[in-house]
């Protein structure tokens, strides 16, 4: 069975999970709906082939998730002590961040994980530039903006080991 087979028959299959969890209830019925409705979603509305490079290396998407996991409740906690702190809200901004990424699939890929992480937000990607805005909500020091960056390099780092096909880290553009 060819790549693009599992590809389809693994998105017919979420697709099915996602009715049927959206339906609350989880009978034959519901399953086969979902079978149903996932294939004409699939079939009326094909999606555009996204060209996917490289090779998955697990041990750098693990250390990936754990480091999104970490700075996420990071993050919770640091907002939740802006909300109950005696001071008055952060200073936020945005911060341009120039990327090494070479695909369009893990640049994508960034951006969620910089979503994922509260108190940040992408606001635009720029392929060309290699650059991301990023709405941050805490910029009030050097030491906040420098970890910000610190933080966004490591995240990068590690996609581009998980997911791009060069072992070595490209320099700057």
Known sequence: MSREWLVRIGTLVWL????????GDASAANLLGGLVVGGLIMVSL?????????TVRIL????LLAATAFYAIESSVQIAWFAVRPAGPPVSGV????LRIDSDLVLVLCADV???IPGTMVLEL????????VHVLDVGS??????????THRLEHLL???FERGEEIREVR
């Open 95 to 98: 911060l341009r961040v120039r």
């Open 142 to 151: 050097d030491r906040a903006v420098a970890k910000f960056y610190r933080v």
């Open 16 to 23: 099915a999970v996602v009715f049927t969890a959206a339906w």
């Open 126 to 133: 720029n392929r060309e530039a290699g650059a991301v805005w």
């Open 114 to 116: 910089l979503n994922v």
């Open 60 to 63: 750098p998407l693990l250390e």
């Open 160 to 162: 581009i080991s998980a």
């Open 46 to 54: 094909p999606l555009p082939r996204v060209p996917v490079h490289g």
